[in-house]
Structure formats: structure tokens, C-alpha cells
């Protein structure tokens, strides 16, 4: 269960809890 695999919105709502921008995310 990476990022990667998650979706752009999933990836968003992620960084919204980590506090991360989607570009760290990516990473």
C-alpha cells in the first residue's frame, strides 16, 4: 500500500493528514 497506487485524490486527502503537499507524496 504505496502512494503510487493510491489515487490523486487519495493521494491529496493523505497529505492533508501528513500535513505533506501532494509533490512530497509523490516522493
Keep these: ?3 503510487k497506487y ?3 485524490t487519495t493521494r491529496q486527502a493523505l ?3 501528513l500535513g505533506l ?3 512530497q ?3
Design 15 to 17: 497529505a492533508a493528514r
Design 1 to 3: 500500500k504505496t502512494s
Design 6 to 8: 493510491l489515487a490523486p
Design 25 to 27: 507524496v509523490k516522493v
Design 21 to 23: 503537499t501532494d509533490r
